[in-house]
């Protein structure tokens, strides 16, 4: 090679700061995908699910939540029951749908508003509405810079990848619920937070939830420390994680 040859141009907000690793395995939809065929839910439940991409791929049964849906898939696929509802997280769970209809997931997926506060409020409801042989997930748990870990919401604006202070949730989980298992995943590309064990009865984290904003609120990953984070959760492939002894 000339030394004189240009190397790749790097697109903005994807270059990789030096404490942190590229997250380029197996893509998560299709660690989703894997999941799913082995679980074999009979329903699945999505937070965030704006243009589609990722519900359009599940043969299960379905619910979809999402404040302002913009579907570009084609989510009409073989699922028997799909559900949609255009509202927030928050207003979904407290309409007690799922408990009313006696309808109990047993695979879900948080993609929400990447807000610390919002994803943890969303694994709560999540996990107190789901069977305790479920998993549940976790996207942009795993950032590669620290411009795309932001609160400030005019980041999205600008286009580029955003992943929020999100991998709070996995600190939380970690400190605050050691009963439940919970790995990273290398998965492009900004990770997948895998938990099982759950316990539906558990108010462990809603009882503690003032204390836990308190503490973490604020707290940039800088603070908390790249690699004391990475150390808690060490990137595994989701080739050599034990999926399949789910649950």
Same mark, same amino acid.
């Given at each position: 090679?000339?030394?004189?040859?240009?190397?790749?141009?790097?697109?903005?907000?994807?270059?990789?700061?030096?404490?942190?690793?590229?997250?380029?395995?197996?893509?998560?939809?299709?660690?989703?995908? &894997?999941?799913? *065929?082995?679980?074999?839910?009979?329903?699945?439940?999505?937070?965030?699910?704006?243009?589609?991409?990722?519900? $359009?791929?599940?043969?299960?049964?379905?619910?979809?939540?999402?404040?302002?849906?913009?579907?570009?898939?084609?989510?009409?696929?073989?699922?028997?029951?799909?559900?949609?509802?255009?509202?927030?997280?928050?207003?979904?769970? *407290?309409?007690?749908?799922?408990?009313?209809?006696?309808?109990?997931?047993?695979? *879900?997926?948080?993609?929400?508003?990447?807000?610390?506060?919002? $994803?943890?409020?969303?694994?709560?409801?999540?996990? $107190?509405?789901? &069977?305790?042989?479920?998993?549940?997930?976790?996207?942009?748990?795993?950032?590669?810079?620290?411009?795309?870990?932001?609160?400030?919401? $005019?980041?999205?604006?600008?286009?580029?990848?955003?992943?929020?202070?999100?991998?709070?949730?996995?600190?939380?989980?970690?400190?605050?619920?050691?009963?439940?298992?919970?790995?990273?995943?290398?998965? *492009?590309?900004?990770?997948?937070?895998?938990?099982?064990?759950?316990?539906?009865?558990?108010?462990?984290?809603?009882?503690?939830?003032?204390?836990?904003?308190?503490?973490?609120?604020?707290?940039?990953?800088?603070?908390?420390?790249?690699? &004391?984070?990475?150390?808690?959760?060490?990137?595994?492939?989701?080739?050599?994680?034990?999926?399949?002894?789910?649950?």
């Amino acid at each position: 090679m000339s030394l004189f040859a240009r190397k790749p141009k790097i697109k903005p907000g994807y270059h990789i700061d030096p404490e942190f690793q590229p997250h380029n395995g197996t893509h998560y939809i299709e660690v989703m995908d &894997r999941l799913e *065929a082995h679980l074999k839910p009979r329903l699945y439940l999505e937070i965030g699910s704006r243009s589609g991409t990722s519900v $359009a791929r599940r043969s299960c049964s379905f619910i979809a939540v999402d404040p302002e849906f913009r579907i570009t898939a084609d989510v009409f696929n073989t699922s028997e029951h799909m559900l949609f509802f255009q509202q927030t997280s928050d207003d979904f769970f *407290a309409s007690r749908f799922l408990q009313n209809a006696g309808l109990v997931p047993d695979l *879900a997926f948080i993609d929400g508003m990447h807000l610390f506060e919002f $994803a943890l409020r969303d694994f709560i409801n999540c996990e $107190a509405s789901m &069977r305790p042989d479920g998993v549940i997930c976790l996207h942009d748990v795993a950032p590669f810079n620290h411009d795309m870990i932001t609160r400030d919401l $005019a980041y999205l604006g600008r286009s580029l990848p955003w992943t929020g202070d999100v991998w709070k949730v996995m600190a939380v989980l970690k400190e605050y619920r050691p009963d439940l298992a919970v790995e990273l995943l290398n998965a *492009a590309s900004t990770g997948l937070g895998v938990v099982s064990g759950l316990d539906p009865e558990s108010r462990v984290l809603g009882d503690r939830m003032d204390e836990i904003l308190e503490r973490f609120g604020d707290r940039s990953l800088a603070d908390f420390g790249v690699e &004391r984070y990475f150390d808690l959760f060490p990137l595994k492939r989701p080739e050599d994680l034990n999926l399949w002894t789910f649950p």
